[in-house]
């Protein structure tokens, strides 16, 4: 392939995305210049999200700019002018769904003149996704990265304004910057930012790369957009971050932990607190106390254990050992009668031989999580795993993910099947996708439920009775 001159572009670097140096982090407020304001008149745009819910939270922000911009939303991907993919990094297939999608979105520029396709989220914070853009996909108007989504506008004026693509993408360790106006999915529960990227640097994964240093928000800034909430209606919050239970680590100027927080949310009149995610080393016992203060903190927490081996654990720098998550979920479980505990786990991690794996199902089994999510291990370049050697054959990885998938299974249908004959309270989200005539809403336990009711329940905590338990999902009558 020809060398391209990249030079008058800002470009993404590995390198420096894994430093570290400033400790301190500057906390910007948002404001959209009146020159903006006009420039979505009459013009719609379109957002696909793909990844986790830092991303749809980001995504949200890219809306909420967007409409303080004048652009409408569309439903329909051949109506918009503006149409941007927010991407994921954290698997290969993941980035290979984005580049399947760009290779069909190509035609709608041969209709669509005025359509600008952009590329944003922690993809291009990686220099060779972005040099594959450049090269092969020379329709991709706008490339940024996680670290300015709030120069949006500026970048669709350049965009429309100059001959030129536009890219930029920042490795600094990155700021934090508050009053982004949010345009959200949900009328009934809510995403809230309450730090920023992670410091683990677990040999997998990619996330300390593209999302930059640990950076928590301000108390006050959370605090008040809960309270925000609580005026709109909302009747739930998930406290988003990486590692949730690093909160605060970063700040100077004053002692104020996760556990704070959540004391503190504890006494605002809303209904379910949720958070995500935690991590097994940084998860202590004053967070535990405070989540059995109950309340509004629900009882399930998601809790990525991802190996049963220590030896595998370790080569994961998951910096805790078996037994001490073990202890913590038996810790969690006195605190927190019935919580429900879910987790992340990787297979065919580098060197996972077979004995580490049976450890990971004995663990599984020993936990009796009620749900997991489930990965192969994919390596990401520019992270130390991805040099391991590894001579798993990916046959043999695929008969560990379905061994394991099996348990889990079993743990999710165990976990549904103990609320069997009991009321539980459900928080009405909507009509089920698969029957209209259905509605479907969360448990305490975050155990999804479907029933029969009428649609003015939706935004409201109702009692239903469970008549039958499935592996995904409960059926239950309304009591009241
Ligand atoms: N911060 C969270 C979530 C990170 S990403 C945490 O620490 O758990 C969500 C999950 O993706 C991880 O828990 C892990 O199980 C999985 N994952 C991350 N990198 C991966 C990789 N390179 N290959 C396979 N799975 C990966
Ligand atoms: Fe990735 Fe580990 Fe950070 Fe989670 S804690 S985002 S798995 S580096
Ligand atoms: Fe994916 Fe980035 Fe989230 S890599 S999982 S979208 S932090």
Redesign the pocket.
């Known amino acids: 392939m020809e060398t391209k001159d990249y030079s008058k572009y800002f470009m993404p670097n590995m390198q420096d995305a894994r430093k570290r140096i400033n400790r301190y982090t500057n906390v910007y407020k948002f404001t959209l210049d009146e020159e903006y304001k006009k420039l979505g008149q009459n013009r719609f745009y379109y957002i696909k999200t793909y990844g986790c819910q830092g991303n749809n939270a980001d995504s949200e922000k890219i809306a909420g700019i967007l409409e303080a911009m004048g652009y409408q939303e569309t439903a329909e991907i051949e109506k918009a002018n503006v149409l941007l993919l927010n991407t994921c990094a954290i698997r290969e297939n993941a980035e290979m769904r984005v580049f399947g999608e760009l290779g069909r979105l190509k035609g709608l520029k041969v209709k669509n003149k005025d359509l600008l396709i952009g590329v944003c989220g922690c993809m291009p914070q990686e220099e060779n996704v972005v040099k594959t853009l450049y090269e092969k996909f020379p329709y991709v108007d706008l490339v940024f990265g996680t670290h300015n989504i709030h120069k949006l506008p500026q970048y669709l004026r350049d965009a429309y304004f100059s001959q030129d693509r536009v890219i930029e993408v920042y490795s600094q360790e990155g700021d934090i910057v508050e009053e982004i106006p949010m345009k959200r999915e949900h009328q009934v529960k809510a995403w809230v930012n309450i730090m920023y990227g992670?410091?683990?640097?677990?040999t997998?994964?990619?996330?300390?790369y593209t999302?930059g240093k640990e950076r928590s928000r301000r108390p006050e800034d959370i605090i008040s957009e809960v309270k925000e909430l609580i005026d709109l209606g909302y009747q739930e919050v998930t406290l988003l971050g990486?590692?949730v239970n690093a909160y605060g680590k970063d700040f100077v100027d004053i002692e104020y932990t996760f556990a704070d927080l959540l004391a503190d949310l504890n006494k605002l009149p809303i209904s379910r607190i949720r958070f995500t995610?935690s991590?097994p080393r940084d998860l202590d016992d004053r967070t535990i106390e405070v989540m059995s203060r109950g309340g509004n903190i629900m009882p399930h927490l998601h809790l990525?254990v991802?190996s049963g081996s220590n030896t595998v654990l370790k080569r994961m720098?998951?910096k805790y050992t078996k037994e001490e998550y073990v202890e913590k979920v038996k810790k969690l479980k006195q605190a927190v009668p019935g919580i429900s505990i879910t987790t992340?786990i990787i297979v065919g991690f580098p060197g996972e031989t077979n004995e580490d794996f049976e450890k990971t199902l004995e663990l599984v089994k020993e936990c009796e999580f009620e749900g997991a999510f489930t990965f192969i291990f994919s390596p990401r370049e520019g992270t130390p795993a991805s040099r391991y050697e590894d001579s798993t054959p990916m046959e043999e990885k695929k008969k560990r993910l379905y061994r394991l998938n099996e348990i889990v299974n079993e743990g999710y249908l165990k976990g549904n099947k103990r609320f069997e004959g009991e009321v539980v309270e459900v928080l009405v989200e909507g009509k089920s996708d698969k029957n209209p005539n259905l509605l479907t809403g969360y448990t305490p336990h975050n155990k999804l439920v479907n029933f029969i009711g009428d649609e003015f329940l939706i935004g409201k905590i109702v009692k239903v009775k469970i008549d039958k338990a499935f592996t995904w999902h409960l059926r239950g009558k309304i009591v009241s």
Request: charged letters at 25%; aromatic letters at 10%; glycine letters at 0%.
């Open positions: 992670c410091d683990e640097f677990c997998y994964c990619i996330v300390p999302r990486q590692n995610t991590h990525p991802q720098n998951r992340d």
